[in-house]
């Protein structure tokens, strides 16, 4: 049981920490102290099912269906696609910059939408939390264990993501920072989505 819970751990770990949209949405939310803690629960949720859900099944189904994977890849894309070209935007207008600082905080429901979208409707997350986390788990020994390892590294990764920015938002408030981190994140999202469009591979 623990080798297998510590397999679930290890694994997920590995994955998760690399930077993604899903982190580079996590850590812009966190610097903004803008419902950082729901938005980080929210992700270790989204995690946790569909790791389950591959462990037991639902890993086999997706490499049977090309349909799916497709659906997800062009959907996705165009998501990203929206994300990162408003960050852009943000970026090189400083006009922007000082509105963003002026408005007030989008609601606990808004941002956990947009959360569930940077989660669900990137393809990613199906390659490598369902396909890949989720078939490794399926040849464990205990893949309940696994599944519980898998979603413990999710947990503690958010957390400390989420809480880490948020202690470190009170020195990274300057315009300059803003510009910065808008940078990143469009770069991120936007490189993505050239991935998924310029190398049906991927997805």
Do not use: K
């Not at 599944?147 to 989420?162: M, V």
């Not at 910065?180 to 999202?189: G, N, P, Q």
Request: proline share 4%; aromatic share 8%; hydrophobic share 60%.
């Amino acid at each position: 049981m623990w080798q297998s819970y510590s397999n679930g751990l290890l694994i997920a770990a590995g994955l998760i920490i690399a930077l993604g949209a899903q982190n580079a949405f996590v850590l812009a939310q966190s610097l903004r102290r803008e419902h950082h803690l729901p938005v980080a629960l929210l992700c270790v949720v989204c995690d946790a099912l569909l790791v389950t859900a591959g462990v037991f099944g639902l890993a086999a189904l997706l490499t049977q269906s090309p349909l799916l994977l497709g659906i997800a890849r062009w959907g996705g894309a165009a998501f990203l696609l929206w994300y990162g070209a408003q960050a852009l935007l943000r970026a090189l207008r400083p006009q922007g910059l000082q509105q963003q600082r002026q408005d007030a905080p989008r609601s606990l429901r808004s941002v956990l939408l947009a959360a569930l979208a940077v989660t669900l409707l990137n393809p990613h997350v199906y390659l490598d939390t369902v396909l890949l986390i989720g078939s490794l788990g399926a040849q464990q020994s205990v893949p309940g264990a696994y599944a519980l390892g898998a979603a413990s590294a999710s947990l503690l990764w958010f957390l400390c993501l989420a809480l880490g920015a948020a202690r470190l938002a009170p020195w990274l408030s300057r315009p300059a920072t803003w510009r910065l981190i808008d940078l990143a994140v469009a770069a991120m999202m936007l490189s993505i989505a050239w991935q998924l469009l310029s190398n049906p591979a991927t997805a």
